[in-house]
């Protein structure tokens, strides 16, 4: 999951610290502050964080996982520290004090731990298996040529839609946006809506409309793209969504959580494939996936790759100790990478061999969602942090919702933007 959905406490589970000792499981304070030291006799102690994964059984993996690393590893003790909520928050404050972690997971990578100094290069703990990971997962990792994190899971977001509603509705699965607005102002109904993107009536939608339409968001170089006439000819066409009240808004749960899709609320949802599980058990095969249609013919169909990505805390005392625990469980472990990607939820080894080889991702909606993803999958840029995100949404939120002129929205966005981008950068 990415980034902003720990931020929004999709997953909320107990605040709490375990270490695994010797290949023991001891329970210490419900804190996230690291203590340091073992009784196990382990000369290092690494602290590892997680955000609080809320799919049954995930914290439960990650101390299995622990307790088999000090068991092939005795001298090196490992503590697990499990974080709910504003996961990115508490992460940011406690990276700038003595308790921070040795190794920690983030989603959708920002460079600005790279270029900061803060996370390790990983080159040594890939060897020669960095060719067998996917252009994706390496790609959202590295900065300068250099990868500073590997990728545990990939996390693909696309469209799902009921087969017959929309059949019974006469309605083609949507390939290009019109198609998208037309359908979803049709299957809108005096009790239901048509389209849930998210709460806020933009979730994704933003982003995807300007890569929809040949658009980008910021070049490699660190320049704003979402600037450009294709970018502001997409945005604007979201005012169509808010004008035909075709979209859902302010449901019980956000976009992430497939409960309004499964529960008839609506007959298409922005989703993710860990969702798949609980849609395949509430509707059996009565579902399908799209990418977000491609703006307008010969556009480009948009599937969004998000995920976690597991980095080193270049700052820590235990360096060396942390690159064999990332090393040792991220890239060698493929029975581990292909357990966490299949049995909690569902995600997508970046592995290529591993993920070849998960059985759960071979067939189905399922193996047509990874295709997808090969097609057409977009990953945000490293430089595309909260504060350039939440510059760039605002903006298009108040563009769909016909709260000033479109261009000089945008324009002012791009301008607050780049300059956030710059101070990343330090230009």
């Known amino acids: 999951m990415s980034t902003r959905i720990s931020e929004l406490s999709r997953r909320g589970f107990l605040t709490g610290s375990l270490l695994v000792a010797a290949g023991t499981v001891l329970t210490t304070a419900c804190s996230t502050d690291p203590t340091g030291g073992s009784s196990s006799g382990a000369k290092t102690t690494l602290n590892v964080w997680y955000h609080a994964y809320g799919e049954a059984g995930a914290q439960q993996a990650v101390l299995r996982y622990a307790t088999a690393f ?4 005795p001298d090196i003790a490992v503590k697990v520290t499990w974080v709910p909520g504003d996961y990115s928050g508490k992460l940011n404050a406690t990276l700038l004090t003595e308790g921070a972690p040795d190794v ?6 920002s460079e600005r731990f790279a ?9 040594d703990v890939y060897g020669s298996a960095r060719s067998g990971f ?3 997962a390496l790609d959202s990792v590295t900065v300068d040529g250099k990868p500073y994190g ?13 087969k017959s509603a929309l059949s019974k509705a006469g309605i083609t699965p949507p390939t290009t946006f019109d198609g998208l607005a037309a359908a979803a102002k049709a299957l809108t109904t005096k009790k239901s809506k048509g389209l849930f993107v998210g709460n806020d009536g933009i979730g994704d939608s933003a982003s995807n409309a300007v890569w929809s339409n040949g658009g980008d968001l910021v070049t490699p170089d660190g320049k704003v793209a979402f600037g450009s006439d294709r970018a502001l000819e997409a945005l604007t066409a979201l005012k169509r969504l808010h004008d035909d009240k075709s979209l859902l808004l302010g449901f019980t749960t956000d976009w992430w ?15 993710g494939l860990w969702a798949m599980p609980a849609i395949q058990s509430a509707l059996g095969d009565d579902f ?8 307008k013919a010969g556009g480009t169909p948009v599937v969004r790759v998000g995920g976690w990505t597991s980095c080193v805390n270049a700052k820590g005392r235990n360096v060396a100790a942390a690159k064999k625990f990332v ?10 990478q292909k357990d966490f990607a299949e049995s909690y939820g569902l995600h997508v080894p970046p592995r290529t061999s591993v993920a070849a080889s998960a059985k759960k991702l071979s067939t189905g909606a399922a193996k047509e969602t990874v295709s997808l993803a090969q097609k057409y999958g977009k990953y945000n840029p490293g430089t595309w942090d909260t504060a350039v995100s939440s510059t760039f949404n605002a903006a298009a939120m108040k563009i769909a919702g016909g709260q000033g002129d479109p261009a000089t929205l945008l324009a002012d966005a791009v301008k607050k933007a780049q300059g956030q981008i710059d101070k990343q950068l330090g230009r």
């Open 134 to 136: 996917n252009t994706n």
């Open 70 to 73: 000090t068991k092939a590893n």
């Open 257 to 271: 959580d497939p409960s309004a899709f499964t529960q008839g609320v609506v007959p298409m949802q922005w989703c």
């Open 150 to 162: 590997v990728k545990m899971i990939d996390d693909v977001i696309m469209l799902y839609y009921r």
């Open 104 to 109: 920690f997971e983030t989603g959708d990578f």
């Open 115 to 123: 270029r900061g100094g803060q996370i390790a290069a990983l080159d």
């Open 327 to 336: 090393q040792w469980l991220w890239v060698q472990q493929s029975g581990l």
């Open 288 to 295: 399908g996936v799209l990418p977000w249609p491609a703006f």
